[in-house]
């Protein structure tokens, strides 16, 4: 693929927004700046049980939300990753060029059409 900066420049842009919103649920690993850990809410009144409860509850629905950011957050890395490589818009299943229309509505894509959800 001869022009990827296109993509290159949405793909950042998606990695900026996804970091804020990682941000708002969780923090950075220390030990790994690519992964990122969900955090409890801190109320300050862990005496309470009903705050407990409601900090845990808040903290699984945190996690949860992370882990979704997170698939995304590791595929827009790939694709910046396969930009770099010069191996973006090749299907890794089959090898084949990745149709523009699809690279277009997700420019992470790994697969071509024919083989989307490999
Ligand atoms: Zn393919």
């Known amino acids: 693929m001869k022009d990827t900066s296109s993509y290159a420049s ?20 220390p030990s790994n700046p690519n992964d990122w850990e969900a955090v409890p809410q801190e109320t300050g009144q862990e005496s309470d049980p009903n705050d407990r409860a409601d900090q845990m509850e808040h ?15 590791a595929e827009v890395n790939g694709a910046l990753a396969r930009i ?14 990745i149709e523009l229309d699809r690279l277009n509505a997700d420019p992470a894509a790994r697969t071509c059409k024919a083989h989307m959800g490999k």
Do not use: P, Q
């Not at 770099?84 to 060029?97: D, F, L, V």
């Open 59 to 73: 903290f699984s629905e945190n996690a949860a939300i992370l882990t979704d950011l997170e698939v995304r957050y």
């Open 10 to 29: 949405r793909l950042e842009e998606e990695k900026v927004t996804l970091e804020k919103e990682l941000a708002t649920v969780g923090r950075r690993n």
């Open 84 to 97: 770099e490589a010069g191996t973006y818009g090749i299907c890794e299943e089959g090898s084949e060029e």
